[in-house]
């Protein structure tokens, strides 16, 4: 089992940026398949970013691609999210989560993924 505790989070002006951490417990981070998913007000909660165990395999939704990335530092458990170029519509609570029922690669669905944290608000202004 793995806790995860998200940080990072604030309010930032269109155009500017913010790197969220997702920070680990335990000692088999390693094993886990992270991803970042992000949810409105009064929407539902959609997948983001997501990291393959090793860091060599990332994917993305194609609303943040160009100006999200992700990248994951095992030795410290933790996981980053560089969000650079921010709208207003990135505005949302964003979710940290993990998965070791992957061997490889990545997941995309909200199903796929056991464990959360407890999210971190992320608003952006015009």
């Known amino acids: 089992q793995v806790q995860l505790v998200e940080s990072g989070g604030g309010l930032v002006q269109a155009g500017g940026s913010l790197r969220l951490s997702c920070a680990a417990s335990g000692r088999t981070f390693s094993s886990y398949a992270v991803g970042w998913f992000r949810q409105a007000p009064g929407k539902e909660r959609v997948f983001v970013v997501a990291?393959?165990?090793?860091?060599?395999?990332?994917g993305y939704a194609d609303s943040v691609k160009g100006r999200f990335t992700i990248s994951r530092d095992n030795a410290k458990n933790t996981v980053y999210l560089q969000m650079n170029n921010l709208k207003p519509e990135d505005t949302a609570v964003y979710y940290c989560t993990a998965t070791n029922r992957v061997v490889a690669g990545y997941r995309t669905r909200l199903s796929d993924y056991e464990y959360w944290g407890q999210g971190t608000q992320v608003t952006v202004s015009s």
């Open positions: 990291i393959s165990r090793s860091g060599s395999t990332t």
